[in-house]
Structures are given as C-alpha cells and as structure tokens.
C-alpha cells in the first residue's frame, strides 16, 4: 500500500485489536500480535476540486511465528459508506479521529489497542451499567423523608409505580406517591401464560405421582400477593377449571369462556377459593371473574375427560336438598359457589391467629378448625356477596386434594415467608379445615413467584426447609436482628410463634429436627453468638416466651424430643428467667395453666436453686392469681393492680371471669372445681384452675345453675324498684 496517513485496522473474530496509521512511505507496522487469522483494514479520505471520496481495503492474513512478510492491499472507492463508518466507531472508542470529510488528516498517532465487546462481554457491560443505575436509584431514596414532609404540607409528591423493589427494581428510588396499576387488566396476558404453564407442570407431576388428575384443588389469595403477581394465581384458577379470561384491544379483562375440551386435552379439575378480606375489597372484579368460571365450567358437557366441577357441583346440590333447608334454586345457586373469605368489614378469619397463640385454652384442634370454617364461610360472587352458609363451605371444602398459596415478595416474612401469622391463619387453617372436614390434610403447596423469570410450583416442605435455612437458622440474619435490639428480640420471638402456627395447623409439615434446630440455635447458642446474654439485656421476655412456648409443644405432643437434657434445660431457663426478670403473662404462659402444672412438675430438674423455685412459684402465684401447690396457705391481695391475670374469690361457686383476649368469638372461661373457691382450701392434686375456650352462643342456657349470685340478685332488685318509685313520681307529676 503506497498511500501515506492510511488508517490500518487489525480485526480478529470481529474484535478490533490495533489501529495504526501508514507512514509518509505508506508502510504500516504492527507487532507483538499473536500467531492467528487476522484481518486487516486500511481506510483512507481524499479530498479534491473534484470531491471527496473515501477509499477502502480488507484483506485476510495469517501470522505464523509472529511475522507476516509483504502484506499488500489494494484501496478502492467505498460505495457502501463502510470507511465512514468505521472511522465514526473508532473515534467513539478511542477519542480519536483518524481521518475526516475535511481531508485533515492525523499526521501522527501511536498504535492503539482496541478490543470491541463479545457478546458476553457486553452483557456484564450491561449487568454493570444496571448496577450503577440501581446505585444511583438506591441513593435517591434519601428524598423519602423530604417527601413526607410535603404531603404533610400539602405540596405535590410525583407519582411512581409501588412494587417490591426486587422484583420491580424500575420503583425506586422511593419517596414518590405510589399506585399499583389498573385491577381491570388483570389477570394480564402475561401471567395468564405463566399460570397456565405452572398449572400443567403441576398436573403433570401429580399424575405421574398419583397415577391420576386431582378432583379438586384449593387456592388461598391475598390482595398484595395479586398486586405483586398480577394475576397468576388467578389465571390458575381459571385455567385448572377449563376457563380463560377474554381480553379487549387495550388489555381489559371483560369476561371468560369455556376452554374447548379438544385444546384443554384434560379434565376440568375443581377448586376451592379463599381470600382475605383486603382481597374481597380490592379485587371484586376477579371475584366476579372467578365465581363465572366456576358456573360456567359446571354447565360445560364433557364427552372425553371428567368434569369435576360439574360432578361435584351436583353432589352439593344433592346433598343440600336432603337438609330440606332450601328450594330447588337455592340448592343450585349455592352449589356452584366456589369462593370464600370473611364477612364484610372483617379482614381475618374470625381471631383464628390469637386462638391457636392461646394454646391454654383449647386441648383439641377441631375447636380451631371450626372457628376457621365459620369464619370463612361467606360466599362470593356473581350475584352472591356475603352470604353465610357453614352446610354449603363444609361441603366445597370436603375431598379437597391440594392446596396452593403464592409468595411473591422479598422485602420481609410478609410477602415472602411462609413462617408469618396471617400465613398459618388462612394457608393452614385451610388444610386444618379440610382435614377437620375429610379426615385427612391435603398436599400443601407453594407458588413460587419470587423470581418472575422462573416461577415454580414447590412442596411446601421444601420452601419451609429453605425458608429456615436461608433466614431463621442463618447466622447472618440472626445477627442482622442483634443490631435491632429489643424490636430484634421481638421479631426472634415472633419467628418461633409463627411457627407454632404452622405446628398446630399442619402438624405434618412440621419436623422435629425443625423444633430441635431452634433449640440449637436460639437456646444453647450453636454459633456462639452470645445470646442469652444479649436476650438478658435487651428483650429477657422474648426468650423466656420462646422457652415456654417450645415446651408448650412438648407438652403438646407437636415435638417428641428423644433427649431428656432438651426438657430439662428448657425448664430450669424459663423458671430461672421468670425468677430474675418477671413473668411476661403472654397467651401461652401465665393464661395458660395446664403448662403451668406440666413445668411445676419439673421443678426438680438439675441445676435449679431452691431459692429460684420459690421465686418462681410466688410470681407465678401473684401473675396469675392461682396457688401452686404449695403446702402453706398463701392470701390473695385483692389489688388488680399487682396481676396481669386475676380470677375472682367468691365463697359460692359458679363464677366466671372472662379472657377478652383469648379471641374473638370465643368464651374463655375460669373452670373451678365445686368445693375449690374458699381462700385456704387444699386443692386436690389432679385439680386444675385455667381458661378454656369454648363455643360462643347467643342462646341462654336451658339448664344449670343461675350464673349471678345473691348479691347480684339484690342490686338488680334495688335497681328495678327505684326505676318504679321514678315512674311512680313522674306519673304524679302528669309528665
């Protein structure tokens, strides 16, 4: 090449290696290239009175033993604008710019290595460039409080999509005047295609497991899963029974329609719904949506697969007119309702939670399974909103095969964790209800939607184990939860309550090698993380509520631990707690005597000083106003002040005294034995002083003695002939 001030380019795999420019001889020079298959370049601009034009050569060469002799290249005129182009990329790259339309040329320039990206290079390009946007956005948060400041002033705050931050990192930075979306479009087509391919995956790995479909398949919604989601538990739904949504042209769900038998290929497959009361409220469309479906699917005539819907929808209504409780089209009506949730303006299932916590006062769980079932048993729908029929939920809830429950969050137990209260109050009190129903629990599962990309439908054995795993066994977060102090002592605590939850409603998902972990981890202190000593200082009651609450599943049958050391350390920690910090008089503990006796039976475990028994048993006797049996006779002050719990000395019997924390829709009531009222009397020692719940009833008993006294009788009478001397005197008076 005899042309001076050339641009010379040497490309390997479509990577840029080095540019140089040719010299005044129109030589170039490259070196210290390895051996290979190159290609090279040489671009060139002249300018002239007649024009400019730019001029341009490749060639393929091979380098052996690092030299390549006598390598030519003949320029011709580019026609296809490839020298421009390339001399626009170089100049980005580089900053320099090699030639020019001006016809200046670079009279000097050193060889300069350029790499041009592969593609996986690009995509850490990429992954980066992302990471110093989400930076950037993660430090804009700061405007979160100066934002607050001004709604609360009045001022206008821009609005922004709320998500999960993970899942949706586009939200942040935060401080914005957050919405969800339009609840009209959902479920949106692209969920529709996840929860169809979740829902055959499903029943693909249930009939090769079972050797057939399921019969029947129960959902539990929640409105922050479905705003996270978008609907994918919804298009399960829909999809498991046959049925579609049917979108308009700007992506509004109008309606649905029957799936043709041919394309669904299976059987129509029934479910059971239930929702949370901020569900009802917030998504009625889907609620409309999904009660459609189900009456549509029970009216659909399948020639080559079952239709369970409309197989079981007949069963009900078979069953419903045997009562003779209903006409013809009640029965009807009310056997295609397939969704259920809590009475309007009630959000929880009816103080399901705070019961399973008050372990004292239940011995049997079909007292909790049928709290839940009256609880939820409201139908919605189409043209039913509300309606309150325990016959009609009993008889969805019977057979049910499966149930499956959605997390989709990561920002907390709340959206992502299956250990959390609200989780064991609707997810398994479900499988308690249908186990109460049927006599068995069903297969319990978990939609897993954390990861939009790879959403999967898991045991929920398997997502508890992880969930254990990766959060509450995890050293990490344990210490993330130190630096909280009493709020992390808490939360600790909570963890452990909620997983009783889980452990009274689905007992068989419940291990005890899940039970002994806790105990390693949080009781003996398997990482050394100084624990106790931290609980002493910062929360003592935290601990002593989770020592009482992992005997009260011993003591309960939940946990059968093989090791006598567990029971007893676990006994001589929460006596020597009480001793030294109070007794905290939580559900569990000081309403709770049943476990009271079962510790005080324990007393003469290894290690505990007679001085802290005693301590022991007189807090015990001044928290909860009962006497531990003790062989002196002990006087109860009669200050209220001075107990969390107190019961009421009366020399007759009879009396009650009501625990309105117990729950709601429960009476827990003070049981006392006939002839164990009197302040000094010996006790008996199978005798037991305690809060039992028992079913509620707005009817007056029919039999046994009057539940008010003679003092109590002669006030009212007081009462009673002081209204008639009044009466009496205005009568007089002509008012």
């Not at 001029?55 to 690092?66: L, Q, R, S």
Request: aromatic share 10%; proline share 4%.
């Amino acid at each position: 090449m005899e042309v001076p001030n050339a641009t010379v380019v040497v490309q390997k795999d479509n990577n840029i290696l080095e540019v140089s420019i040719s010299d005044s001889t129109g030589n170039y020079t490259f070196s210290n290239l390895p051996d290979g298959k190159y290609v090279v370049t040489a671009f060139y601009h002249s300018v002239s009175k007649y024009g400019d034009s730019w001029y341009i050569a490749t060639k393929n060469v091979e380098i052996k033993d690092g030299t390549a002799n006598n390598i030519d290249i003949n320029m011709e005129k580019d026609e296809r604008g490839e020298a421009l182009n390339l001399n626009s990329l170089l100049g980005q790259v580089t900053g320099n710019i090699y030639s020019n339309e001006t016809g200046n040329i670079v009279p000097e320039c050193n060889v300069v290595l350029i790499q041009r990206l592969s593609d996986e290079q690009m995509m850490v390009v990429e992954d980066l460039n992302l990471a110093i946007r989400y930076a950037e956005n993660i430090r804009g948060c700061i405007i979160e409080i100066p934002a607050m400041i001004d709604a609360l002033d009045g001022k206008y705050i821009p609005p922004a999509l709320g998500d999960d931050p993970l899942r949706s990192p586009e939200v942040l930075p935060t401080g914005k005047n957050f919405y969800a979306f339009n609840p009209n479009i959902v479920p949106t087509k692209e969920s529709w295609n996840v929860g169809t391919k979740l829902v055959d995956a499903f029943l693909i790995e249930w009939n090769q497991t079972y050797g057939e479909y399921p019969r029947k398949v129960g959902f539990v919604l929640w409105s922050g899963e479905s705003f996270r989601h978008k609907g994918v538990m919804e298009s399960e739904i829909l999809y498991m029974m046959g049925v579609k949504p049917t979108w308009d042209s700007m992506g509004k769900v109008i309606g649905v329609e029957l799936i043709p038998e041919d394309e669904l290929k299976r059987p129509r497959i029934d479910v059971v719904v239930t929702m949370t009361g901020i569900y009802r409220d917030n998504w009625k469309w889907q609620v409309q949506l999904m009660d459609r479906g189900a009456r549509l699917a029970a009216q659909a005539d399948n020639s080559t697969y079952d239709n369970y819907v409309k197989e079981n929808s007949e069963a009900i209504y078979i069953a419903l007119m045997k009562t003779n409780n209903y006409t013809e089209d009640e029965a009807r009506r009310l056997s295609g309702c397939r969704v259920f949730g809590p009475d309007e303006g009630s959000w929880g299932a009816g103080g399901f939670r705070e019961a399973v916590s008050a372990s004292g006062t239940w011995q049997e769980e079909s007292k909790l399974a049928n709290l839940y079932i009256d609880s939820m048993s409201y139908a919605y729908g189409d043209s039913i909103w509300g309606n309150l029929d325990g016959n009609v939920f009993r008889q969805v809830l019977s057979d049910t095969d499966a149930v499956l429950f959605s997390r989709s969050g990561n920002d907390g137990r709340g959206s992502g964790s299956v250990v959390f209260d609200h989780v064991y109050e609707f997810f398994g009190g479900f499988g308690m209800a249908v186990r109460e129903v049927s006599g068995t629990t069903p297969q319990m599962y978990i939609v897993n939607l954390k990861d939009p990309d790879n959403a999967v439908v898991e045991t929920f054995a398997e997502f508890l184990a992880r969930d254990l795993r990766a959060k509450y066994f995890n050293e990490k977060w344990i210490k993330g939860m130190m630096l909280h102090d009493y709020a992390g002592a808490s939360e600790i605590d909570s963890v452990l309550e909620d997983f009783w939850g889980l452990a009274v409603t689905l007992p068989d998902e419940i291990t005890d090698d899940m039970w002994k972990e806790f105990y390693d981890v949080y009781v003996t202190d398997k990482y050394d993380l100084g624990l106790e000593d931290w609980f002493d200082e910062e929360n003592p009651w935290a601990r002593q509520s989770m020592n009482a609450r992992m005997l009260e599943a011993v003591h309960k049958g939940y946990w059968t631990t093989s090791d006598p050391n567990v029971v007893e350390n676990l006994v001589r920690e929460y006596v020597e707690s009480v001793a030294d910090n109070g007794v905290i008089c939580c559900h569990h503990t000081c309403g709770n005597p049943l476990l009271d006796k079962y510790i005080s039976g324990m007393l003469s475990v290894p290690g505990l000083s007679a001085e802290d028994i005693e301590k022991y048993r007189q807090l015990m006797d001044e928290a909860t106003g009962r006497q531990t049996e003790q062989p002196v006779t002990k006087t109860i002050n009669d200050d209220s002040s001075s107990s969390a719990w107190r019961r009421l000395h009366d020399s007759g019997t009879g009396n009650e005294s009501t625990d309105a924390g117990a729950g709601a829709g429960l009476d827990t009531k003070l049981i006392q034995d006939s002839g164990a009222g009197g302040e000094g009397s010996s006790n008996p020692s199978d005798y037991v002083e305690g809060y039992e719940m028992q079913d509620e009833s707005a009817q007056p008993s029919d039999t046994g003695p009057m539940s008010f006294s003679g003092a109590d009788f002669l006030g009212m009478l007081i009462v009673v002939l002081a209204a008639g001397a009044i009466y009496i005197g205005f009568r007089r008076r002509g008012v």
